[in-house]
């Protein structure tokens, strides 16, 4: 057999290469992209670049042409390109998106202008640090199951299913850039935020979990702070219904804790969970 | 040194914070190491996190003839009989421990109706095996074990650094070299013991699932500071990636689509793998089902982008397609605005999995130099020529934890951490600050267009199928591209800098892609992923050793290493599988397996 019989993976050549041939993928037009550069100290501003248009290219398809044919050190964040790590947040147009999922022929015609998240700290072009993230999940005590509960557990599934939509956040951090409590009252060091919201309705509420984090929810957490305006569940690329399906529920349970007359005479009676965090 | 540089300090080292990684310093920490997990990414964003189908582990929960014996066989049948068998043996019984840990950890699985862990059917896998949470195992794994580690004491983590190095003191490897992403700093780590669990490699090859960070750095460093690599020319094709739009080529499409009853189609609506597999089907191990597909499309059978169709859309309702397979909706709806509930997709094969890398003890995952273990994708030996869906999950929870602790025992003893030589650090620091100091005007390299050019060679000559002819043509690709690599030119400066950050890559890429076509050359037969259409039978003095790539004296050499056979008492368990057949058995195993048990049927 000949040795170079045509091979699956050796089909179509990928965006930007060649001529527009329907293989290809090339439209034949150009985008126009235009990318905040710099860094902090340094000179600051918007770089364009006109980006053949391939055949349902994302944004990140476009900021990685630009990489390969002319300014190799523009830097962005990015992973996996298939929406499944969070990694390649930034703001489309305005809105904060993960730039794998963001299809440039879903966008209006006209420039694309790509920034980085404006919440936090630049660090270089469209790459911000998002390193207190990993400080503020510290914070939260893990996942801790009773000892004694032993294996193998038994769990119904409509006991999960509710979690399910908690876990599949990807911490593409989107929702704490956009949520006004960071971004236009600087308040990171006092809440948590929508994810860590998040993360908490899933250990609160798995069945077998048996610490309490209310109190420290409404402390350090600031999950007072939230004002229910939903702007974290719009970005979210994952669809998780934060506002409703996490925080709501959880302040449901801090009032639970702090407000209800008839839970604090049973406490009074019976004690409670085991609690961390407090005040 | 010509400048200074961040020094760190810690018992284990481990490279990398993907799923090996993250257990092995969570076990080397409880056996109360200091222990420092570096990551090119952020944490959680490593490549465990694209796992999709589960985690296999023989638990019996929903087909009862089902055991740890039983999850042996297959995957010794999978890997063709070429895998370390100790290393099988240790992880289908080990794995049932660790799936239950991870659950006791936080992590969440689907329920059956008892309230057991859900299994699901997965290519090879002679019963229902693998344990998921939907289309997203890898992410609650990666999640689970992130936030265990965090929260584990005597764990730290330094985020977005790459290693190009690994230090040595006497025989002993004693530490790494790199640099800060984000800063460009330069960085000397020193260990007791180092944990390489720095995952596997596809981006040499073009259409790949990996995500950036799969450029083998890890095994590169292992194989520059002496380690042997092992079944290098081993590499998965997965059989399902996305192949329109363009810019998705490559994107994984979970074997649970099949799992869940999906099924393969060319052009002509066949349900060719019927043809390929009349047993196993759409089922069939990776190998198989990538090859039968690339035969479709070269019969002139394939999708209108080359490859076939896989449709789930006929086999269960919509509903159930989406509770089932959220992702593979999302992602298919984002990218190519196609409903997979309603239609179906367009697939082909990807590069997925590497099956070789460091070659390693079974019990603890030491490599072959001293001080340095590996775990996970960057180890070889467990999945032999060819790797079951949802095995890596389970190698990276045992062999992580195994790799963790027998590090953690070897730093233990070894009191103050050696003095690292000045013309280690000098000739590391040179090495990766070459391409931005260096004027060659006109004969400057750019790192992307060599990127490229590598992934071109690999692709068309080193790819599904290869030969002799179209292997050496890769060998010569890299010869000289690895010459014009010495030129590589970075403009820019060094805080986060994209086009510096590729040329390390690229290195470690060349070394990784020699060791692989040096082996599948080598390697004059057909067995699991590496398909030769110059020797297309198996050979029986092959399918009783691996091939390793060792550095000596300057250069790559190919080594053969004896195959530790199978105790007599440990092949008749390969009779448990419902995929075992006597004839298939090589020469040197025949006799030793009694008729097919009832269990079989």
């Known amino acids: 057999m000949a040795a170079a019989a045509p091979q699956p993976g050796g089909g179509p050549p990928q965006q930007g290469d060649g001529p527009p041939t329907p293989e290809s993928g090339l439209t034949g037009e150009t985008i126009t992209l235009r990318v905040f550069k710099g860094q902090p100290g340094g000179e600051m501003g918007y770089a364009t670049y006109e980006v053949p248009e391939v055949t349902q290219m994302v944004v990140l398809d476009a900021v990685h042409w630009v990489q390969r044919n002319g300014d190799s050190d523009l830097a962005c964040r990015w992973n996996c390109k298939a929406g499944k790590c969070g990694s390649c947040s930034a703001e489309v147009n305005g809105h904060p998106v993960l730039m794998c999922k963001t299809r440039i022929d879903t966008l209006p015609r006209g420039p694309v202008t790509v920034q980085p998240m404006k919440s936090f700290p630049l660090i270089k072009d469209l790459v911000t640090d998002v390193s207190r993230n990993y400080e503020t999940n510290k914070l939260i005590p893990p996942f801790t199951a009773a000892p004694d509960d032993g294996t193998p557990w038994r769990i119904q599934q409509m006991d999960l299913d509710r ?117 | 040194m010509s400048e200074s540089y961040q020094t760190r300090e810690c018992d284990v080292l481990v490279v990398g914070a993907g799923g090996a990684g993250l257990r092995a310093a969570i076990a080397a920490a409880e056996a109360g190491c200091s222990t420092l997990v570096v990551s090119k990414s952020l944490l959680g964003k490593a490549h465990t996190v ?21 999850h042996f066989a297959d995957t010794m049948l999978g890997g063709q009989l070429i895998n370390n068998w100790r290393m099988v043996d240790l992880y289908s019984r080990e794995v049932i421990d660790r799936v239950y840990e991870l659950e006791r950890w936080g992590g969440l699985f689907d329920r059956t109706d008892d309230g057991l862990i859900m299994q699901r059917a997965f290519g090879a896998h002679s019963w229902k095996r693998l344990c998921h949470v939907g289309d997203r195992t890898g992410l609650e794994l990666i999640r689970t074990l992130q936030d265990r580690m965090v929260h584990t004491a005597g764990t730290d983590v330094l985020m977005e650094c790459t290693l190009t190095r690994l230090l040595t003191h006497g025989d002993r490897v004693c530490g790494a070299f790199g640099y800060l992403r984000n800063s460009g700093e330069l960085i000397v780590i020193r260990a007791g013991a180092v944990v390489m669990a720095s995952g596997g490699w596809g981006r040499m090859f073009r259409y790949t699932s990996n995500s950036w960070e799969g450029t083998g750095d890890g095994a590169a460093m292992a194989y520059e500071a002496g380690a042997e690599l092992q079944d290098m020319e081993f590499v998965q094709f997965h059989p399902t990636g996305m192949i329109w739009p363009p810019g998705a080529r490559g994107i994984l499409v979970t074997e649970a689509v099949r799992g869940e009853g999906g099924i393969l189609r060319n052009s002509e609506g066949e349900r060719f793998m019927e043809r390929y597999d009349p047993v196993k089907k759409d089922l069939s191990s990776r190998d198989v089902v990538a090859r039968s597909i690339y035969k479709e499309v070269v019969a002139g059978r394939g999708s209108p982008h080359g490859g076939a169709f896989l449709d789930i859309a006929s086999r269960r309702s919509a509903a159930d397609i989406r509770r089932r397979l959220p992702s593979m909706c999302d992602q298919f709806e984002a990218l190519a605005g196609v409903d997979i509930s309603k239609e179906p997709m367009e697939v082909g094969p990807t590069i997925h999995y590497t099956m070789g890398g460091i070659r390693v003890d079974a019990e603890t995952a030491a490599s072959t130099v001293p001080g340095l273990y590996a775990a996970g994708e960057a180890a070889a030996g467990l999945h032999g020529a060819n790797r079951l869906g949802g095995n890596s999950l389970g190698d990276i929870l045992v062999f992580g934890r195994r790799a963790g602790e027998a590090a953690a025992d070897a730093a233990k003893g070894r009191g ?61 690709a890299i010869g000289e591209l690895t010459e014009r690599s010495k030129r590589m030119r970075a403009g820019g400066g060094r805080v986060l800098n994209p086009g510096w950050h590729t040329c390390h890559d690229v290195s470690s890429m060349l070394t990784i892609s020699e060791a692989i076509v040096r082996c599948a050359i080598a390697r004059r037969e057909s067995r699991g992923s590496q398909w030769r259409f110059d020797f297309p039978d198996r050979d029986a003095h092959l399918g009783q050793i691996n091939l390793v790539a060792r550095k000596r004296g300057g250069a790559m050499k190919v080594e053969e290493r004896a195959l530790a056979l199978m105790p007599d008492e440990v092949v008749t368990r390969l009779a448990r599988s419902r995929f075992f057949d006597p004839v298939a058995l090589p020469s040197h195993y025949a006799g030793k397996v009694a008729a097919p048990s009832s269990e079989a049927h």
């Not at chain 1, 956009?178 to 994810?195: Q, T, Y």
């Not at chain 1, 939903?230 to 639970?256: F, G």
């Not at chain 2, 690999?458 to 010569?476: C, F, H, P, V, Y």
């Open chain 1, 163 to 279: 979690l399910y939509e908690h876990r599949r956040c990807i911490e593409c951090f989107l929702c704490q850039d956009v949520c006004h409590v960071n971004r236009n009252h600087d308040l990171s060091a006092r809440f948590f935020g929508p994810r860590f919201f998040v993360r908490a309705a899933s250990l609160e509420m798995h069945p077998k979990d048996i610490l309490d984090r209310r109190d420290l929810l409404r402390d350090a957490g600031g999950l007072g702070y939230c004002n229910i305006t939903k702007c974290c569940t719009e970005v979210c690329p994952e669809l998780i219904h934060i506002t409703d399906n996490a925080i709501i529920p959880l302040k449901e349970r801090v009032a639970d804790a702090h407000w209800d007359p008839v839970q604090w005479v049973a406490r009074k009676l019976r004690g409670r969970r085991a609690k961390v965090g407090a005040g």
């Open chain 2, 50 to 70: 694209m796992a999709e189908g589960g985690i296999a582990a023989g638990l019996a929960n929903l087909d009862t003839p089902d055991s740890w014996e039983v």
């Open chain 2, 416 to 476: 103050a951490k050696p003095a690292v030589s000045k013309k280690q650090l000098a000739d590391a620091e040179a090495a990766v600050l070459l391409p931005l100091a260096h004027d060659l005007g006109e004969k400057a390299e750019n790192s992307y267009i060599l990127h490229r050019a590598l992934q071109e060679a690999m692709q068309d000559d080193a790819g599904i199928g290869r030969s002799e002819e179209s292997l050496n043509r890769a060998l010569t």
